[in-house]
């Protein structure tokens, strides 16, 4: 393994290139034109899958260039072999990942490398450019960078989606060598890779000041491998693949912010899923047995099959159960694994019970499925005037639920959901019991 001492000064540019011949000169350019020394960087460009005549233009930009080191090698076929082989080859002590049909302005190199320090990213600006009519426009992730300059407080959070990009940020090489892209990945894979990426190091983040214009600039390409047509190897296969990586992610995840963080990125996967869902509902049972199929240990259940836009819209079936977890009742594992079972987002009503014991493991699984949890203050009994209470408070919180589901070995649930039930005659109502209900725990009527 390389020593850090081992590299040299400078910026190692990691850029594959598939049939790039259309958009790569525009590339070439700007880093001909860099306002840094040329000694102090080098572009490493990766030739993978079917040859066009990209080859032969960077060797001709080699052969008019000679300052500049540009390197030319190939790897196996797909843009994840293409960064590994990228990464071996890197010498610089940071390095950046750039793709064929982008570039950077002039002083992007030597703006961003004024930053640089070990166990910092340092990002520019960041602009799309229209393949038609070669405008420069804002893309999703540019007010984050706008907004923030130097070094970013919360940057999980303030400028997440200009961090997990492959592209637009000057990383330590010494830990992009320790890192791999998963060669198994077609797309999706910038998410698999930092999902993985930043729990195992401790970075800080800095962006450069817009005034400065150290701007990347990204051709957005019509047909891109990101913007493929709907289909079930791109909206399901390859979605859960990515999913996967960044459960493995989550594994290594050391702070809550981070746990947070990478949680978060399986939601760009399952929007669309919910895509493909929408266009083709008859599939919606498959691709359920192929989420079942990965064990994962977070997928976000509660956003599969719903349009977010419309996510806390109480007609969900709303589940009245007196004990629920984390209170370790039988009633409430019961009512947990009919959740689980049923893979149904739903809201929950229960009481604290907070003098009850707890179990949080089995919680953990089951809020995934859970929009709103109402809970209402009460410790543990079956006297009248605490069903009364659970009543009164309870249907303070709820309203306007099409389906209502009520499980008992306590009565409290159900004598909550009769209320509900004569207050909206039309709505659906569900009674499970466990036992008859004539008598109490004391064996009083």
């Known amino acids: 393994m390389i020593k850090e001492s081992e590299l040299k000064d400078g910026i190692s540019a990691i850029i594959p290139t598939y049939k790039g011949e259309k958009y790569i000169s525009k590339l070439l350019d700007s880093l001909i034109n860099q306002n840094m020394d040329s000694n102090l960087f080098e572009a490493i460009f990766i030739v993978n899958g079917e040859i066009d005549s990209t080859p032969d233009i960077i060797k001709e930009y080699q052969k008019n260039n000679p300052e500049v080191n540009i390197i030319l090698t190939e790897s196996e076929k797909g843009v994840c072999n293409a960064r590994n082989k990228g990464i071996e080859l890197a010498s610089r002590k940071y390095c950046i990942f750039i793709d064929d049909d982008d570039y950077i302005s002039d002083n992007y190199f030597e703006e961003v490398y004024k930053h640089v320090k070990p166990n910092r990213i340092v990002l520019g600006t960041f602009y799309d450019i229209d393949e038609d009519s070669g405008e420069v426009i804002y893309s999703y992730m540019t007010p984050q960078l706008l907004e923030n300059s130097g070094i970013v407080e919360n940057p999980y959070n303030k400028i997440k989606d200009a961090i ?27 998410i698999a890779y930092y999902a993985n990426f930043y729990p195992e190091n401790d970075f800080e983040f800095y962006v450069v000041n817009k005034d400065i214009e150290a701007n990347y600039y990204r051709l957005w390409r019509h047909g891109s ?18 999913i996967n990586d960044i459960n493995e992610g989550l594994k290594k995840a050391k702070t809550p912010e981070i746990k947070s963080f990478i949680e978060s990125l399986t939601g760009g996967q399952v929007i669309k899923i919910n895509e493909y869902i929408e266009k083709c509902p008859q599939d919606y049972t498959r691709i359920l047995k192929e989420v079942l199929s990965y064990n994962y240990d977070f997928f976000p259940y509660k956003y599969l099959n719903e349009n ?44 604290s019970l907070d003098d009850l014991k707890k179990d949080f493991s089995l919680e953990k699984v089951v809020l995934e499925y859970i929009i709103n949890k109402f809970t209402v203050k009460s410790d543990f009994s079956t006297e009248w005037n605490n069903i009364s209470n659970f009543i009164n408070e309870g249907i303070k919180l709820i309203n306007n639920y099409e389906r209502i589901y ?28 466990s036992d008859p209900l004539i008598y109490t725990f004391g064996n009083r009527h």
């Open 225 to 242: 491998i990101s913007r493929q047509d709907l289909s079930y190897e791109f909206n399901i296969n390859n979605r859960l693949k990515v």
């Open 308 to 351: 977010l836009s419309e996510l806390n819209n109480d007609k969900r079936e709303l589940i009245i159960s007196y004990a629920f977890s984390p209170t370790n009742t039988t009633t409430s594992n019961v009512v947990a694994k009919r959740i689980l079972s049923e893979k149904r987002n739903i809201d929950v009503i229960c009481a």
């Open 406 to 433: 009520s499980r008992a070995n306590f009565p409290h649930s159900h004598f909550l959901a009769l209320e509900y039930k004569l207050k909206n005659p039309d709505t659906y109502w569900r009674a499970e019991f």
């Open 164 to 190: 997990v990009i492959t592209t637009n940020k000057i990383i330590p090489t010494i830990n992009v060598k320790n890192s791999k892209f998963n060669p198994e990945l077609t797309n999706g894979v910038d």
